[in-house]
T-cell receptor, first 113, second 113 residues
């Protein structure tokens, strides 16, 4: 069935360093890949997304890359700041007549000051 | 208005109670979702409404009963819940099929005693 694997489950980095979170999806029909940030006690919020016709997308310190052949996509955060500390979820969506999104298991990022 | 509003924020109910969770959006989104989130876990899809019709039910127990009175409102009726149903219940909406981002509400923190 549909599945999204996410690694690592926890990640600690020093302030100013980069952080990379990786996801792998199983269903080749997936063609939309959002990333959500969830701070403690708050709702998940979209931080960046990418569609399957694009290999890379960047928004200031955040970038996402997609390798459709390998069914991998990754989140890159550069110049990390303490306020980047949160749980990050990747997800895979489908445009083929369904409203279903499959979430990864989450990565707890800690940025150490 | 770019928000999804959920009420109540917190709810404590006994196993014999009947209660309802409410969700509202005025972004013109045609898909609305209920997710359940346990601590340190990703959101778990429960129901999807598309154009006010139930399109996905992820084999959710009948003690959870969704309702979509109109395109802006989504309810979740709760009856005879179990303590293990205690969780954060998130409502979300999206513009279209699985290639547009989910907009989440702040959730209802439910405790079943």
């Amino acid at each position: 069935g549909e599945n999204v694997e996410q690694h690592p489950s926890t990640l600690s980095v020093q302030e100013g360093d980069s952080a990379v979170i990786k996801c792998t999806y199983s269903d080749s029909a997936s063609n939309y890949f959002p990333w959500y940030k969830q701070e403690l006690g708050k709702r998940p919020q979209l931080i960046i997304d990418i569609r399957s016709n694009v290999g890379e997308k960047k928004d200031q310190r955040i970038a996402v890359t997609l390798n459709k052949t390998a069914k991998h996509f990754s989140l890159h955060i550069t110049e990390t700041q303490p306020e980047d500390s949160a749980v990050y979820f990747c997800a895979a969506g489908f445009t083929s007549g369904t409203y279903k999104y499959i979430f990864g298991t989450g990565t707890r990022l800690k940025v150490l000051a | 208005d770019t928000e999804v509003t959920q009420t109540p924020k917190h709810l404590v109910m006994g196993m014999t109670n009947k209660k309802s969770l409410k969700c509202e959006q005025h972004m013109g989104h045609r898909a609305m979702y209920w997710y359940k989130q346990k601590a340190k876990k990703p959101p778990e899809l429960m129901f999807v409404y598309s154009y006010e019709k139930l399109s996905i039910n992820e084999s959710v127990p009948s003690r959870f009963s969704p309702e979509c009175p109109n395109s802006s409102l989504l309810n979740l009726h709760l009856h005879a819940l179990q303590p293990e149903d205690s969780a954060l219940y998130l409502c979300a909406s999206s513009l279209g099929q699985g290639d547009s981002p989910l907009h989440f509400g702040n959730g209802t923190r439910l405790t079943v005693t």
